[in-house]
T-cell receptor, first 114, second 114 residues
């Protein structure tokens, strides 16, 4: 069975700094998808970034980028130039065969302060 | 375009009662998934519906059930409530089950069981 592990329950960073959130996963599949979702306090979860396992190039979305290491089964999220609005819980998620349910890590609570 | 709407947002029940939660997906979305979010277990998949049929089911007891109507709206029901059922129940919609990772979440229904 696939598992997703986020080893950092909480992290703090100052505005404008860069922070990296860690995620590792376990799967025997070769084709799969990885995601980072953001859940702000009392607001709905939104997709931040996605990565297809067959793509070697790391995905980037504005200030958000990933470091995807397929052999190491590692998928970290880097947030550059952190903003107060980045304060949220971040979930790493795995999807195997298309159409199967997302498997989430337990989340990392990120606090950005001024 | 309206987002995913979940009702009620908050509710308090006592052990042994039952509860029904409702989810209206984004217009045009036909796939609805349900997740249970707790501090200890994180996000756990409950079930997924598409075209009024349950496609996937997570590892939850039979007290948890759901259905989907012809207009794609979905309900989930929990019978004989236990204290451990206290959680945030999240609904997510997508165009179809094949829309990899493109889940749009509602704000959730927070259930407290006393």
């Amino acid at each position: 069975a696939q598992t997703v592990t986020q080893s950092q329950p909480e992290m703090s960073v100052q505005e404008a700094e860069t922070v990296t959130l860690s995620c590792t996963y376990d799967t025997s599949e070769n084709n799969y998808y990885l995601f980072w979702y953001k859940q702000p306090p009392s607001r709905q979860m939104i997709l931040v970034i996605r990565q297809e396992a067959y793509k070697q190039q790391n995905a980037t979305e504005n200030r958000f980028s990933v470091n995807f290491q397929k052999a190491a089964k590692s998928f970290s999220l880097k947030i550059s130039d952190s903003q107060l609005g980045d304060t949220a819980m971040y979930f790493c998620a795995f999807e195997g065969q298309a159409g199967t349910a997302l498997i989430f890590g337990k989340g990392t609570t990120l606090s950005v302060s001024s | 375009k309206a987002g995913v709407t979940q009702t009620p947002r908050y509710l308090i029940k006592t052990r042994g009662q039952q509860v029904t939660l409702s989810c209206s997906p984004i217009s045009g979305h036909r796939s609805v998934s349900w997740y249970q979010q707790t501090p200890g277990q994180g996000l756990q998949f409950l079930f997924e519906y598409f075209s009024e049929t349950q496609r996937n089911k997570g590892n939850f007891p039979g007290r948890f059930s759901g259905r989907q109507f012809s207009n794609s709206r979905s309900e989930m029901n929990v019978s004989t409530l236990e204290l451990g059922d206290s959680a945030l129940y999240l609904c997510a919609s997508s165009l179809s089950p094949g829309e990899v990772g493109e889940l749009f979440f509602g704000e959730g229904s927070r259930l407290t069981v006393l």
